[in-house]
T-cell receptor, first 114, second 112 residues
Framework: DAGITQSPRHKVTETGTPVTLRCHQTENHRYMYWYRQDPGHGLRLIHY???????DKGEVSDGYSVSRSKTEDFLLTLESATSSQTSVYFC?????????????FGQGTRLTVV | TQLLEQSPQFLSIQEGENLTVYCNSSSVFSSLQWYRQEPGEGPVLLVTVVTGGEVKKLKRLTFQFGDARKDSSLHITAAQPGDTGLYLCALGLGSTLGRLYFGRGTQLTVWP
């Protein structure tokens, strides 16, 4: 299994509070991604990173920010959580560079905003 | 607007039946990937197709890339309960694997 760890695996938080999810990899891969998964929507890209301190927005970036200060860690922050951000969040990594490069996923974080 | 349209959204069949699911776009792909996701897990790559008209087989799964590289299909022969899962197609954009976009998926249930 690819070395990806998401933490926490489950979290319940109140509306308006800040929340940070962590993705840690041991593969030294260049690309890291944050997705959210909701019924009927598949996986939607929130933000991704193509290197240390290099990040870009995805499809659904409003209300989310990210940081990558080290190759191995990619943090997703909800500055002020809302009920619409209740979802399952997946981190993925990829070495990139080729059309057939595989993306490896963590096991997900289930976030509930009440 | 979805970059990738998958159909059907849900598919429920009996063990032993054959099925085909589709992934379409109005854009030309440089490559397309198929992933399968089981409950409580992250998606896992099944195959990547890169050449128009390409056909790849993975046991009972056959993947086809359209000649114009704008569509792909996944055919499963003699489906088994172990094939149950969410099947996702994914498109990598740009000259490298930058933004990796997924379709909404096909939820397949195979009943014994």
């Amino acid at each position: 299994d690819a070395g990806i760890t998401q933490s926490p695996r489950h979290k319940v938080t109140e509306t308006g509070t800040p929340v940070t999810l962590r993705c840690h990899q041991t593969e030294n891969h260049r690309y890291m991604y944050w997705y959210r998964q909701d019924p009927g929507h598949g996986l939607r890209l929130i933000h991704y990173s193509y290197g240390v301190k290099d990040t870009d927005k995805g499809e659904v970036s409003d209300g989310y920010s990210v940081s990558r200060s080290k190759t191995e860690d990619f943090l997703l922050t909800l500055e002020s959580a809302t009920s619409s951000q209740t979802s399952v969040y997946f981190c993925a990594i990829s070495s990139g560079g080729a059309r057939d490069t595989e993306a490896f996923f963590g096991q997900g974080t289930r976030l509930t905003v009440v | 607007t979805q970059l990738l349209e998958q159909s059907p959204q849900f598919l429920s069949i009996q063990e032993g039946e054959n099925l085909t699911v589709y992934c379409n776009s109005s854009s030309v792909f440089s490559s397309l990937q198929w992933y399968r996701q089981e409950p409580g897990e992250g998606p896992v790559l099944l195959v990547t197709v890169v050449t128009g008209g390409e056909v790849k087989k993975l046991k009972r799964l056959t993947f086809q890339f359209g000649d114009a590289r704008k569509d792909s299909s996944l055919h499963i022969t003699a489906a088994q309960p172990g094939d149950t899962g969410l099947y996702l197609c994914a498109l990598g954009l740009g000259s490298t694997l930058g933004r990796l976009y997924f379709g909404r998926g096909t939820q397949l249930t195979v009943w014994p």
